[in-house]
């Protein structure tokens, strides 16, 4: 008599190389879905919203830097550089142009990539600390072009972004413009997942472990490195574009430096993979709510340290939350969700 076997195993490398291969995984996509698209926007303020909103773009952000860093093994410094390229390119295209965002959008997509190339090119050559010094510079000079670039970007003043629109119904309140952001931050997570089952997400990964190896093994590794810069800068592009049009106005203020160092935090505190990137957003993000209402509340609780002195500790708090994570989890959030996972996988017996 046949006995199904216990428990879950593939029969093919379809099943194997599946993104959800359960039933039960099945059921958490749809529920973690109906939550983002109904549950939420039933349920959340403008407040609420806005921080989702902005989740939602920086992890499309954060999704490139992974690409770059975790699945290929280069530093970039200049990740807030091609947000910034994204973001004046659709602005000055549905400003001085008049495009529609739809239009404005893969254009401004596709202008960070290619500078993305244009960069990577000569960095790519060398190695290392070397190429991190190459992105830092990038992103310099490309403040430089905007801050002088006339009437095109109104320098220091700031450019102004149009309205997104579908026929008559625009997206002008916070609920709206959730809809579209977080669909473009779930297709993002999709698109991500499955570039790398690919022959070239593949091939990252070879050149990430050993890039000598993957040369000798027949991968073109000078090329896969371009790519991933290219799809890096895109979805770069993809997140200016739309923190443009949701601020409505843009300023290099919002681009600095540190937004690049702080994305890279974001990459070191949730780990290496794609669960990881969502996990450091969202820790970070809410991390900096509990900075903006703490701040006050510790003010008043010590008004002998003074405002300025609360505000920079708070500040620091980033800082120390980053080091201790380092120190005690190097692996990042993914890693401990992994093993949490395995453990109520196996109970209870999960030695």
């Not at 004046?88 to 993305?116: E, K, N, R």
């Not at 923190?243 to 843009?250: K, P, V």
Request: charged share 10%.
């Amino acid at each position: 008599m046949y006995k199904k076997p216990c428990g879950v195993f593939d029969e093919s490398y379809e099943q194997d190389s599946a993104l959800v291969r359960t039933g039960y995984r099945w059921s958490m996509l749809v529920l973690l879905l109906a939550i983002l698209f109904v549950a939420i926007p039933l349920l959340a303020g403008n407040y609420v919203l806005d921080v989702l909103n902005n989740i939602a773009i920086t992890l499309i952000a954060a999704l490139g830097l992974q690409i770059v860093i975790g699945f290929t093994g280069q530093i970039s410094l200049g990740h807030a550089a091609f947000m910034a390229v994204g973001a004046y390119t659709s602005a000055m295209l549905s400003t001085h142009l008049g495009l529609s965002f739809w239009i404005a959008m893969p254009l401004a997509a596709l202008t960070a990539g290619l500078l993305g190339i244009v960069i990577a090119m000569p960095a790519l050559r060398i190695r290392g600390f070397y190429v991190a010094v190459t992105t830092l510079a990038a992103h310099y000079v490309i403040m430089w072009v905007i801050l002088h670039g006339g009437d095109l970007t109104k320098g220091i003043s700031g450019l102004t972004a149009g309205e997104i629109t579908i026929g008559s119904f625009v997206f002008d309140t916070e609920l709206k413009f959730y809809f579209l952001v977080m669909s473009l931050a779930a297709l993002a997570v999709f698109f991500t997942s499955n570039v790398m089952r690919t022959k070239i997400g593949r091939a990252m990964i070879a050149v990430r472990d050993n890039d000598l190896a993957a040369g000798f093994m027949g991968i073109n590794v000078f090329r896969t490195k371009v790519v991933s810069f290219f799809l890096s800068s895109l979805y770069a592009g993809v997140a200016g574009s739309l923190l443009a049009h949701y601020q409505g106005i843009i300023t290099v203020d919002q681009f600095t430096l540190m937004d690049s160092i702080w994305i890279l935090a974001m990459l070191v505190v949730g780990g290496a993979t794609i669960t990881g990137v969502i996990m450091g957003v969202v820790f970070f993000k809410l991390l900096s709510q509990v900075v903006l209402f703490g701040g006050p509340l510790v003010g008043s609780m010590f008004p002998s340290f003074g405002g300025s002195a609360v505000s920079a500790g708070m500040q620091i708090l980033f800082g120390v939350v980053v080091i201790l994570f380092l120190i005690f989890e190097p692996r990042g959030l993914s890693h401990r969700w992994q093993i949490t996972l395995s453990t109520f996988r196996l109970w209870p017996f999960p030695h």
